[in-house]
């Protein structure tokens, strides 16, 4: 069993920035696939950002630019750098985390874009 826990959500005015963490309770290898996902109320939860492996990160069309996903393996820790917000970003974000093909789930934070 793997526990990820996220934290860094909040409120942000529209242009602004937040920094999201997840922790797993397990090694986040080079190797081990991570992931950042979203869910809008009344809306399917929705991939914002993978990472394959350490070399390996891909993102939805909509945060292209704006997002960044990146690890810190030796602190078994996965972040969202999340820059120029918008309105539209306002969900709960998720941390997912692969071992021995095995999907892992954090409880989400609230992310909130708003003036």
């Known amino acids: 069993q793997v526990q990820l826990v996220e934290s860094g959500g909040g409120l942000v005015q529209p242009g602004g920035s937040l920094r999201l963490s997840c922790t797993a309770s397990r090694t986040i290898f080079s190797t081990t696939a991570m992931g950042w996902y979203r869910q809008a109320p009344g809306k399917e939860r929705v991939l914002v950002a993978h990472?394959?492996?350490?070399?390996?990160?891909t993102y939805a069309d909509s945060v292209k630019g704006r997002f960044t996903i990146s690890r810190d393996n030796a602190k078994n820790t996965v972040y969202l750098q999340m820059n120029t917000l918008k309105p539209e970003d306002t969900a709960v974000y998720y941390c997912?985390?692969?071992?021995?093909?095995?999907?892992?789930w954090g409880q989400g934070t609230q992310v909130t874009v708003s003036s």
């Open positions: 997912s985390g692969n071992w021995y093909d095995r999907t892992y």
């Open positions: 990472s394959i492996n350490i070399n390996s990160n």
